[in-house]
């Protein structure tokens, strides 16, 4: 083991220590950025008082804001950048691509066509919710993928091409569906909801995607050796012993899941898979039982505070929060392209 692995070791607990509380101080002040006048210590103490340690002291509407309103909301940007950020540097393993992130599978305009079909013409007879519906045209088109990219060989490559293909036909019936058949209004709705909001979170939205963030971390988990072994291909990986067909299947499935999940509740929202693992990386290293973690915090902590800038950033005016995370996603992405160029 090299010393600069050594030393990421070593100060790996520093860093986890770090970045749950980061996460926390995060949530804790997000919560009381905005037009009512909230304070960090009645954040802890409307907390407090739902879990049974005595009375908060707030007011039934300043309760209401930080219980009902802010807090599933802050807490629903964390699950989603958390389980965003651990799907990309799954895949980016996975796949060996940097490029890679949770909708090269076409999960994400899946779940847009699904929630079009839904909220534009009424497909479910109004038994469908739109999260339902997303959910739904996420797993149709990830089965797609796994069919297309079955009969095309099932290489790595082959399941990239066909996401991206699978991912162009679902964009495009997407795009057919709201021209011809959704009005100006719905159309607008739809639109917001197509580049990522969390406008209408709840606790069961919350409680939902943690639960499956949580089983995909604990499956991930148990797969980090096998994933990196992929790190030197698919022939050296079989050869140290991983069933290669079998563990790409599985990870694939519990990610396309995390991410339909994810996607049905907040929308499609770009980027975090992209960039925060190459971030996270820089701290934790290449070896998954230590990044996997630390990508996580990383990526719940980055979404707290884009979601808090895109609800305040243009007051009463909410920004959807994909247009944040693209506006700084992309320079950051480029500046991590530029220092590994450099460290050639």
């Keep these: 083991m090299s010393v600069e692995a050594l030393t990421r070791r070593s100060r790996l607990p520093l860093v986890l220590l770090g970045g749950f509380a980061a996460l926390a101080v995060s949530i804790a002040v997000a919560i009381t950025i905005g037009p009512a006048n ?18 908060s002291g707030l007011s039934t ?8 309103l802010r807090l599933p909301r802050t807490l629903l940007a964390a699950v989603c950048g958390a389980g965003l950020a651990v799907c990309g540097a799954i895949m980016q393993s996975l796949l060996r691509n940097p490029l890679a992130d949770p909708f090269v599978l076409g999960v994400s305009s899946g779940a847009s066509t699904g929630a079009v079909l839904v909220v534009v013409l009424g497909v479910g007879g109004g ?7 997303a959910f739904l045209g996420a797993l149709v088109s990830f089965a797609f993928v796994l069919l297309l990219s079955h009969t095309l060989g099932g290489t790595t490559d082959r399941v990239v091409l066909s996401g991206v293909a699978v991912m162009q036909l679902f964009s495009a019936l997407t795009s057919f569906i709201v021209l011809t058949s959704a009005d100006a209004e719905t159309t607008r709705g739809v639109l917001f909801w197509l580049l990522g909001s969390l406008s209408n979170a709840g606790w069961a939205e919350v409680g939902t995607c943690l639960a ?3 089983a995909t971390l604990l499956v991930c988990g148990g ?3 096998s994933l990196d072994a992929f790190a030197f291909g698919e022939d050296a990986a ?3 012993g991983v069933a290669v067909a079998r563990t790409r299947l599985i ?8 991410t339909a999940v994810l996607v049905s509740s907040a929308g499609a929202i770009g980027f975090v898979g992209l960039v925060l693992p190459h971030a996270a990386r ?6 998954h039982a230590r990044l996997l973690p630390v990508t996580a915090l990383a990526g719940a902590v980055f979404l707290v505070w884009v979601d808090t800038l895109a609800r305040t950033v243009l007051d009463p005016q909410e920004v959807p929060v994909g247009v944040v995370t693209a506006l700084i996603g992309v320079p950051a992405f480029v500046l991590i392209l530029y220092r590994a160029r450099g460290a050639r």
């Design 127 to 133: 038994v469908l919710s739109l999260s339902a519906g």
């Design 282 to 287: 820089a701290l934790a290293g290449p070896n």
């Design 38 to 55: 909230i304070r960090v210590g009645d954040v802890w103490a409307s907390v407090a008082a739902r879990l049974g340690f005595g009375e």
């Design 238 to 240: 079989a050869t140290l």
């Design 61 to 68: 509407i300043r309760d209401g804001i930080v219980w009902n």
């Design 212 to 214: 499956v963030l949580v």
């Design 251 to 258: 990870l694939l499935c519990a990610t396309a899941l995390l």
């Design 223 to 225: 797969y980090a050796r």
